[in-house]
């Protein structure tokens, strides 16, 4: 018989085909009722008043038949088996995985920390050695795959270019046999612990989502028959023992019976249910009003601005320092300067050496991310707070002692740049690179690629690094975020200890010209061969984040693609099923925005789908204007979500830096929704004709030009233009 996870979950299409619709309704009858379900229900809610609807809208629903949960079923291998793939990647990459005990199975826990050793943070075992110091790969990841009746442990390594999938499998094999020869360091063992409940931890932030409180109680319930088993998963890391860790892998890993898959770069190519009406859905309840988080602040002498919001329910904080040094400030010619210097942050201090650095971190369970948007910076970590202090302590030497040495910057760019010819080979990402230069022109602020190209990356130097962050990093131009528990004395004090010496005043404005669209009215295409999809971009210009009508815009938005049940979406997706998936947004930064609508499509419906895209740009504009059905179905959608945007503590200080490195006051938070409920129809409709003009929008397609190209001339849109990968035009067509 076959294993219950030896087909995808989504099917494949020749078995999706067969089904009848007999066979669905069968499946839903047999799986689809109350006794196969579990419900959870979190957030802010009345108890009771929740039990009293489940019971009225569920309680009358007929069980259906008994299931039996299914049996554990950890499939053998008895021997190594290898499955090569060719496919049009850029680089080579190999999966290697061995079956492994189920959720809570004996290993299980074991497993888990087995892989932080392995391959979590720069000086884990695998990726110091494959990544650091031999550079053989881009990046090493590994994981235990827990589910209800078996589990599977992956390692996942993509070579850099000219690197043996030989060696790096070697390199692999031979580190897993070490460990179950010798086991993990007590210091492995205990950061590996550390991170893990505080992995554990921060899902818990968060009401829903993977790893969320109802995912895990749901997961509980349904795999054990008990939601209440968060103390008891916890005990299975912190009782774990290195010999423990050991033994597990050498039984489960440390052999040949395992599967090996390896991508290879295609190398052809051309040329370039009570008594209840149940057809009719239940009413919502009157929605709760929402009140925005407390934001107090303080600030240092040395302009530094702290921000603190309360929130003592887990123990944990959540920091970010936001700069005024995104790409925007790029030198000329060196995009990508922004990007590399915050990567490069943590590779040396004048202290610690990046592994040290790594280390360091480490053990007190949290990590440092990094992230260069258009026009500020950010450096943020999450740590538990009996960490903070020390915690505190590495941050700001990172962010204010960096050293940039030339290894590990060669080592960063290099990376980079395998990640920049991954880029090119995404039609997603590409589209995402492409976009902006259309829209503001190649050599503008917003227009330049926020983390560069391969040009302009590859001459760039530690000097250019060092001299970008004594210039942009200052105390004047930053923000210190904190959200968890902690008080703002508590914060105020750490800032002082850890900033207060930071010295420089504020950085030097840059200058935001007006935008110089290349291609209003035009239509652009690069070719992707033998792309499946054809990715279809609508550009339009738009305003700056501070504009009178951005509320009404965001609700224009919210109408258009800015969701599942929009226009975009309802008709290329459900009505027309051209596409999985099409959406709409704008971005908006300090001086102007843009706003696109875009989607990948089947490539034999290219034309097709373009005509729909062009059809609802119209409509939005005027043709068919926004209805009070589709404007309070948009606000409904938009302010019942925002309270989303503060589940987290890293997302409660990631709202807080983007209000304040687009100047906007901490009571954006509540204007908000407020202002979304206020929109009037008429102000609504009158933003989406303001900019919704078909005469003014953009067609970028990314697809295989073979089979797409004549289909676009037939629809007469405008001039097109070839493009490289690049955004440069292509001479030879």
């Not at 990640?419 to 330049?448: K, T």
């Not at 704008?586 to 609508?597: D, E, N, Q, R, T």
Request: charged share 25%; proline share 6%.
């Amino acid at each position: 018989a076959r294993h219950p996870y030896s087909w995808d979950v989504i099917g494949v299409h020749e078995d999706l085909t067969a089904a009848s619709v007999d066979d669905v309704q069968e499946f839903f009858k047999t799986y689809y009722s109350p006794n196969n379900l579990s419900l959870v229900i979190a957030g802010d809610f009345d108890a009771a008043e929740a039990k009293r609807l489940v019971e009225k809208y569920f309680g009358g629903i007929p069980a259906g038949p008994s299931l039996d949960r299914p049996a554990r079923w950890i499939p053998t291998l008895d021997r190594e088996r290898v499955v090569e793939a060719f496919d049009r990647v850029p680089q080579e990459r190999t999966f290697i995985a061995w079956p492994t005990p189920q959720l809570f199975g004996d290993g299980d826990a074991e497993l888990d920390l087995a892989s932080k050793i392995l391959t979590d943070g720069l000086n884990s075992r695998l990726k110091k050695t494959l990544v650091y110091d031999k550079q053989l790969c881009t990046d090493v990841t590994s994981f235990q795959y827990s589910l209800e009746i078996s589990g599977m442990f992956i390692v996942d390594a993509t070579a850099r270019p000219g690197a043996s999938l030989a060696q790096i499998e070697q390199v692999i094999t031979d580190e897993i046999e070490r460990f179950a020869k010798s086991g993990p360091a007590p210091e492995e063992l205990n950061r590996s612990r550390t991170k893990w409940e505080s992995q554990f931890v921060s899902g818990l932030e968060r009401i829903g989502g993977f790893g969320g409180k109802s995912d895990l109680l749901n997961q509980y319930n349904t795999y054990f028959g008990d939601p209440g088993k968060f103390e008891e998963d916890l005990a299975r890391y912190r009782k774990a023992t290195g010999e423990a860790l050991r033994d597990t892998v050498a039984k489960w890993l440390n052999n040949r019976n395992r599967l090996i898959v390896r991508f290879h770069p295609e190398t052809s190519s051309r040329e370039s249910q009570v008594a209840l009406d149940r057809s009719k859905q239940p009413a919502i309840g009157a929605d709760k009003p929402f009140r925005a988080p407390e934001v107090k602040t303080a600030k240092l002498e040395n302009g530094l601005e702290i921000y603190v919001v309360e929130r003592p329910e887990l123990p944990k904080v959540a920091v970010a320092l936001a700069t005024q040094a995104g790409s925007v400030a790029d030198p000329a010619g060196k995009e990508g300067t922004a990007h590399l210097t915050v990567v490069n942050l943590d590779m040396g201090t004048k202290t610690k050496n990046t592994l040290e650095i790594e280390d360091s971190l480490g053990n007190l369970g949290t990590s440092l991310q990094g992230f260069a948007g258009r026009e500020s910076s950010t450096v943020s970590l999450e740590v538990l707070k009996r960490n903070l202090a020390p915690a505190m302590s590495i941050f700001a030497d990172v962010i204010l002692n960096p050293v940039f040495p030339v290894a590990e910057v060669e080592r960063e760019k290099k990376r980079h740049l395998d990640n920049l010819a991954q880029e090119a080979n995404d039609p997603n990402a590409l589209a995402a690179r492409v976009q902006n230069m259309l829209v503001f022109g190649p050599d503008h602020p917003y227009g330049r690629p926020r983390s560069g190209l391969p040009a302009t990356v590859k001459p760039l130097t530690r000097d250019d690094l060092a001299r970008f962050h004594e210039t942009y990093w200052k105390p004047g131009g930053s923000a210190l975020i904190f959200a968890g528990d902690i008080t703002l004395a508590e914060a105020t004090e750490l800032a002082r200890q850890n900033f207060l010496a930071w010295t420089g005043g504020a950085p030097p404005a840059v200058t935001i010209p007006d935008p110089r669209p290349l291609g209003a009215g035009k239509v652009f295409l690069i070719d992707k061969q033998d792309a499946a999809q054809t990715v279809v971009a609508q550009l339009l210009a738009a305003p700056q984040r501070k504009t009178d009508d951005y509320y009404q815009l965001n609700l224009a938005d919210a109408v258009w693609g800015g969701g599942f049940q929009t226009r975009l979406n309802l008709n290329l997706r459900e009505n027309k099923g051209y596409s999985y998936g099409a959406f709409s947004f704008p971005s908006l930064y300090s001086k102007s925005g843009i706003w696109v609508a875009s989607g990948g499509v089947q490539t034999n419906k290219t034309k097709e789908s373009i005509v729909e895209f062009v059809n609802e740009l119209r409509f939005l504009g005027g043709g068919k204007p926004i209805t009070e059905t589709e404007l309070a179905d948009a606000k409904a959608n938009r302010v019942r979500g925002y309270a989303q945007n503060f589940e987290s503590l890293g997302q409660l200080v990631g709202q807080i830096a983007t209000l304040w490195s687009q100047g906007l006051p901490m009571s954006e938070l509540q204007r908000e929704p407020d202002e979304l409920q206020r929109a009037t129809l008429a102000a609504v409709i009158a933003a989406a004709q303001k900019y919704a003009v078909p005469g003014k929008a953009t067609l970028l397609l990314i697809g295989d030009l073979s089979k797409i190209r004549s289909g676009v001339e037939e629809l007469k849109l405008g001039d097109i233009i070839v493009l490289d990968t690049e955004g440069r035009p292509v001479t030879k067509q």
